[in-house]
T-cell receptor, first 115, second 120 residues
Framework: AQKITQTQPGMFVQEKEAVTLDCTYD???????LFWYKQPSSGEMIFLIY??????QNATEGRYSLNFQKARKSANLVISASQLGDSAMYFC????????????FGAGTRLFVKA | EAQVTQNPRYLITVTGKKLTVICSQN?????MSWYRQDPGLGLRQIYY???????DKGDVPEGYKVSRKEKRNFPLILESPSPNQTSLYFC???????????????????FGDGTRLSIL
């Protein structure tokens, strides 16, 4: 069955430092997509980055990169040069592409960036 | 402006009084979905739709109904709301190319601003 696990309920990082948010997943589908979303205190959901199961290279979008280790079923988000505005809730999500297109989310990690 | 619009944004109502939350998108997206967000549980998918007249259950469909009569609209219906349906609800939409090309099916979802429902 599909499952997403985010083991860090909360994390602190110093401004300008890099931080890694963990995400592990479980699926038997060979074709799937992994997504990270940010939810600031204002409540909206903001798409950050995507990694496809067949992608050979790790995805990058500006200060965000996804450390994709397929054999270990992990898709960790790396934020470089943290900014105060990065303080938010971060969700990892997965969507399978065969046998249905359900999407599941992890419980989230709340990131606090310290000045 | 490309957007997903939810109405109402806030609603307080009583047990058993039928309610509908409207979701509309103007991006011609095939895929639409409803989620509820509860503390410590992240977002859980209620129902999703791949296209007009095609809907399927997510992980927590009990107590909810949906319909997809038009591509742009995907209303969420609570026929007889109960207090355990008090939650923050999000509607989302995305393209679904279904070309068979690897990666084309995986399009990021665009979310509405959320609807906070309180069932007393």
């Amino acid at each position: 069955a599909q499952k997403i696990t985010q083991t860090q309920p909360g994390m602190f990082v110093q401004e300008k430092e890099a931080v890694t948010l963990d995400c592990t997943y479980d699926t038997s589908d060979p074709s799937y997509g992994l997504f990270w979303y940010k939810q600031p205190s204002s409540g909206e959901m903001i798409f950050l980055i995507y990694q496809g199961s067949y992608d050979q290279q790790n995805a990058t979008e500006g200060r965000y990169s996804l450390n994709f280790q397929k054999a270990r079923k992990s898709a960790n988000l790396v934020i470089s040069a943290s900014q105060l505005g990065d303080s938010a809730m971060y969700f990892c999500a997965m969507r399978e592409n065969t046998g249905g297109f359900k999407t599941i989310f992890g419980a989230g990690t709340r990131l606090f960036v310290k000045a | 402006e490309a957007q997903v619009t939810q109405n109402p944004r806030y609603l307080i109502t009583v047990t058993g009084k039928k309610l509908t939350v409207i979701c509309s998108q103007n991006m011609n997206h095939e895929y639409m979905s409803w989620y509820r967000q509860d503390p410590g549980l992240g977002l859980r998918q209620i129902y999703y739709s791949m296209n007009v007249e095609v809907t399927d259950k997510g992980d927590v469909p009990e107590g909810y109904k949906v319909s997809r009569k038009e591509k742009r609209n995907f209303p969420l219906i609570l026929e007889s709301p109960s207090p355990n349906q008090t939650s923050l609800y999000f509607c989302a939409s995305s393209l679904h190319k279904a070309t068979g090309q690897r990666g084309d099916d995986n399009q990021p979802q665009h979310f509405g601003d959320g609807t906070r429902l309180s069932i007393l």
